[in-house]
């Protein structure tokens, strides 16, 4: 099991802009994906961004050319850089991440999330 904190969330103004950070901890053999998801109260989770071990990335189409997601692998931190945002931005932000790990002489793959982080867009 990976173990992901995220940080970086908070009330911004419409239009300002927030970086939020994801440190994945364990013992990590691969992180093959990892990604930034958010919800509002009575809506499912959806995804905002993701990137690939090969640095792939995917994006909503509601955050394209708003938001850039970007990793290190060395320190296996993910970040989202969230620009211009907007009131509908408001959301609890999760960190996902679908990674293996070592287990025992052999490795296992499983899908992680952090606890989530607040960011509220408004005036």
């Known amino acids: 099991q990976v173990q992901l904190v995220e940080s970086g969330g908070g009330l911004v103004q419409p239009g300002g802009s927030l970086r939020l950070s994801c440190a994945a901890s364990?013992?990590?053999?691969?992180?093959?994906?990892i990604g930034w998801y958010r919800q509002t109260p009575g809506k499912q989770r959806e995804l905002v961004a993701s990137i690939t071990s090969g640095g792939r990335t995917n994006y909503a189409d509601s955050v394209k050319d708003r938001f850039t997601i970007s990793r290190d692998n060395a320190k296996n931190t993910v970040y989202l850089q969230m620009n211009s945002l907007k009131p509908e931005d408001t959301a609890v932000y999760y960190c996902?991440?679908?990674?293996?790990?070592?287990?025992?002489?052999?490795?296992?793959?499983?899908?992680?999330w952090g606890q989530g982080t607040q960011v509220t867009v408004s005036s």
């Open positions: 364990g013992s990590i053999f691969s992180i093959h994906a």
């Open positions: 996902n991440a679908d990674a293996s790990t070592y287990y025992g002489a052999n490795y296992r793959r499983g899908n992680s």
